[in-house]
């Protein structure tokens, strides 16, 4: 038995399995090939005894991995394999794998195993190696995993499987052997070094003398190493006669050419001359012709890369590359010209109702109508999943770009026909000029998209052009954005409190938690300067994450002063999309203690009604720890009442804007008034916001409206300043 702590060993574990010539099990039942030969050379000269296990390579993997073995012979080195292996610096043979198929199979490029049965040995780093190349090149093929590559050949033999991988040697070994009938293809790859692996048990100075004792035999032309090698991997050689008899059938021949054969003879070697001249000649001719044959090859698989490389494979327009390239050839000789960005609106929504095959339909209707402009607008390119991008050439290339913008977004006016489902799109476009904005492709890249924003900043269906101003922006939202995650790092968040007040007693009954920001100067920072950018950039979700936190924690310290009020925080659309927002709601709970009934969740419309099954899920579970759930701002957006009665909420906000003008507008009124009887219909809280006049209270208290909150009774206060005022 082997351990850490020893250099020698006595007797070696070592597991073989079927990978002929390296390794396998001879008929007589003793191990056999060029790996073994090498080791039993090597356990010679360092005096140790080998016991072997013979099993497929799948287990005796695991078994080394338990410790059941110490050695596994002709194994490659992987990163994964490192973790619980160690491996001789020198290496058996270098091998290469390659895909064999039937005998009368047309696979000449990888390309051709699309949808192709193929069988390969699992665990098999030539397997491995395999399904990388397949996944390179977007080959969607059915794998079939086996054990031993004699199972490969045999399932091509019945029809089984269309193609086999297995190693360049092991080939060789069974087109000698003449035991398997197959074909050898063009599709070869990844060359593997094949090693002796040794288990972690296996002290490091024993695989050391391991080690030089096989780079000695390799350094040895005259040695095992080689000998065995030209056993197992040179043809066979016919049998010799032996010496004295070549002796006596040569000088026989000799007294025969003295006899008076040699014209004969000489006449016979002309003819078989000719003949091989002939046979060199066709060989030369059929070369020639599968020279040409590979050229032909080749220049498609060129024309098949390019196509790859600058062409979008949905749309079969020029995509992305393809867009750089021809910018920087116009950069370079092009007088003026124009870049404009066209973005789709939700495209996002589309494929969630529609799905996204239904998506990649539509996409191409679309490059299909733009495809009409481009005739007349010089190019068109597929920049992203939903952008596209024309280039505008000539002198008046400015006017010709508004023209485009215009005539573009009037094509979306008519719907698109999707698998008989009609879909209205509506897009933004933004544009910039060369060499007015830039002379550099990439500064005009990134100004049309700068105007593409602004754009999209506005009503939809709308363009706009770069202008300078439009960078000052840029600049002030990085260093907006620069300096909230300084602010987060530096914990400048802070937390203020909105009362909610029931309007018959004048008691408060709950709590708003607003988030505050004060910078490094001390200096307010308004919430709608900062939280747009926090929910462009995604620093919301760590914003959020902060106030959840700061909010339970002192709620749990009201409830030990005696104030047990339930506390309601907002969620972005972006937290409420978060996959770990339960796991962040579970541990604010448990770092502060508080209660799940004190905390509350207000959630917009605008966020659940993307995808309103996932969403109603995601409530549910939110509800089943005993957190209640508030819709604000009911009302202001699609409001439907079909999702109202399926949504799992406790309470209802009336937006501030119904509440602004309720006595300017009877339809105002009858709105508040409406959405009051219902909820008390659907057995929901109500709560009214922005309350700032008597008049409105006395509303409130009329229709018996639950909660309010408003400046009549408090602004949002710090938490101290709220301790002052439950006082």
Known sequence: MLSSNICYASNLRVGIYEDKPFAFMGDDGRPQGFAIDVLEEVAQQ????????????????????????????????????????NFTNEFLMENWGIVISRPLGNIGTIFDLEDKKIALVKNDIYGENFRK???????????????????ILEMLSDGSADAGVLNKLAISHYKLKNIA???????????????????????????????????????????????????????????????????????LLGVALLAGLFIAILRKKVSRTRTKLESSCNEVMELNIKLQHDCEEIKQKKELLKKLAYYDKLTGLRNKQGLY?????????????????????????????????????????????????SHRFD??????????????????????????????????????????????????????????????????????????????????????????????????????????????????????????????????VGLEALIRWRDADGMPVRPDMFIPLAEESGLITSIGEVVLQKACMHAQNLCKIGHALPVSVNLSPKQFEDSNLIKILDDAIARSGLEPSLLELE???????????????????IRSRGIKLLLDDFGTGYSSLNYLMSLPIDFLKIDKIFMDRLFDDSKHESIVEFIIVLAKSLGLKIIAEGIEMPEQLDYLKSKNCDEYQGFIFSKPVPYESLLELLE
């Open 379 to 508: 190019s068109l390119y597929k920049w992203g999943g939903d952008e596209f991008v024309f280039i505008v050439e000539g002198a008046s290339c400015r006017k010709k770009a508004e023209l485009l913008a215009k005539e573009t977004l009037s094509i979306f006016k008519n719907s698109l026909s999707v698998e008989g489902t009609p879909v209205f799109v509506s897009g933004c476009m933004g544009i910039s000029c060369f060499p007015k904005d830039s002379g550099n492709p990439d500064e005009l890249i990134k100004k049309a998209t700068l105007a593409l924003n602004h754009a999209k900043e506005g009503a939809r269906n709308s363009y706009a052009f770069y202008e300078d101003s439009l960078a000052g922006q840029a600049a002030e939202s990085f260093l907006m954005e620069t300096r909230l995650r300084e602010a987060l790092l530096s914990d400048e968040f802070e937390v203020n409190y909105q009362p909610r007040v029931e309007p018959a007693t004048g008691k408060i």
């Open 603 to 621: 959630i917009t419309e605008n966020a659940i009604l993307d995808s309103l099954e996932d969403s109603i899920k995601t409530m549910e579970l």
């Open 46 to 85: 360092q005096n140790f005894d080998i016991e072997y296990v013979h099993d497929s390579f799948p287990r005796n993997m695991e078994k080394l991995k338990n410790g059941e073995l110490d050695m596994l012979v002709d194994v490659s080195q992987t990163s994964s394999r490192d973790a619980f292996m």
């Open 325 to 373: 390239s021809d910018i920087r050839m116009l950069c370079k000789h092009s007088g003026e010209f124009s870049i404009a960005f066209f973005d789709i609106d939700n495209l996002k929504g589309i494929n969630n109702a529609l799905g996204y095959k239904s998506g990649d339909a539509l996409l191409k209707s679309i490059s299909q109508r733009l495809s009409l402009l």
């Open 181 to 251: 009938s197959f074909r050898e293809t063009p599709v070869i790859f990844s060359p593997v070094q094949m090693k002796f692996g040794f288990s972690k048990n296996i002290g490091r100075d024993f695989i050391e003398n391991f080690d030089s004792t096989l780079y000695e035999m390799k350094s040895n032309p005259y040695s095992a190493f080689y000998k065995s090698a030209n056993t197992w991997f040179m043809p066979e050689k016919g049998k010799q006669l032996p010496y004295w008899s070549k002796v006596v059938i040569y000088s």
């Open 133 to 151: 190349q397949l996944k390179l090149f977007s080959v969607s093929a059915h794998i079939i995993q086996v054990d031993t590559y004699d199972e």
